[in-house]
């Protein structure tokens, strides 16, 4: 079963593809030769993923499924949240948006924060929704050299170590995106859905 993942993220692609059954294949963007960006002008995280799964359903006739994500940061109202991949501005790196983050959080002693996954399977005529949640901290500094975004100053609750500093698979133990996908292909394998 082949699985096309609307994302041109190679980091998340990766971190699913080990989570996957033997049965099952990850198809990106790239893999259908679409390198244009993907609207996502929702303002929730919800409404994102399900903007590019139906964007790119629409424009090749493929079932398929996007995510969203967002940190959540409790002393900030939530922020950087559905702008957490431009939480800087739209020309950002990880680092910047990082150093902002910090900057925002200086003095603030509650540094409480969750990380949301949604994902959005556009299949058939239907269109289903899945969501994960890790709750955890913000590190005062960064920690680790694995992942991306806010990997490296994001510690899950009751772990010790920054999602930098995991292998993908101590990572997809705790994370918000496997605990979705994982929703998502338990749902797939119970339904016997074909995905083409």
Same mark, same amino acid.
């Given at each position: 079963?082949?699985?096309? *993942?609307?994302? !041109? ?25 679409? *390198? ?5 002008t ?27 994500? $967002? ?12 702008? !957490?991949?431009?939480?800087? $501005? ?24 969750? *990380?949301r ?18 709750? $955890? ?26 999602? @930098? ?14 605990? @979705? ?11 016997n859905?074909?995905?083409?």
């Open positions: 079963m082949k699985l096309l *993942f609307a994302t !041109s993220n190679q980091n998340k692609a990766i971190e699913i593809a080990e989570m996957l059954p033997s049965n099952f294949e990850i198809l990106t963007l790239k893999d259908i030769n679409h *390198f244009e960006d993907v609207p996502e929702s303002d929730t995280i919800q409404g994102n993923a399900c903007q590019k799964a139906n964007f790119i359903k629409d424009k090749y006739a493929l079932d398929c499924f996007a995510d969203d994500t $967002g940190l959540e940061v409790l002393s900030l109202d939530g922020d950087p949240g559905v702008r !957490s991949a431009r939480y800087a $501005g739209e020309h950002r790196s990880d680092s910047d948006n990082i150093q902002l983050l910090q900057e925002r959080l200086h003095g603030k002693k509650d540094r409480t924060a969750q *990380f996954t949604v994902i959005c399977l556009a299949l058939g005529g239907i269109q289903l929704v899945f969501e994960g949640t890790v709750k $955890g901290r913000i590190l005062e500094e960064p920690r680790g050299h694995y992942g991306f975004g806010y990997d490296p100053i994001f510690e899950p609750e009751n772990c010790g170590k920054s999602f @930098a500093e995991m292998t993908i698979e101590e990572k997809n133990f705790f994370s918000h995106r496997a605990r @979705a996908f994982t929703k998502m292909i338990e749902y797939l394998i119970s339904t859905v074909s995905v083409d």
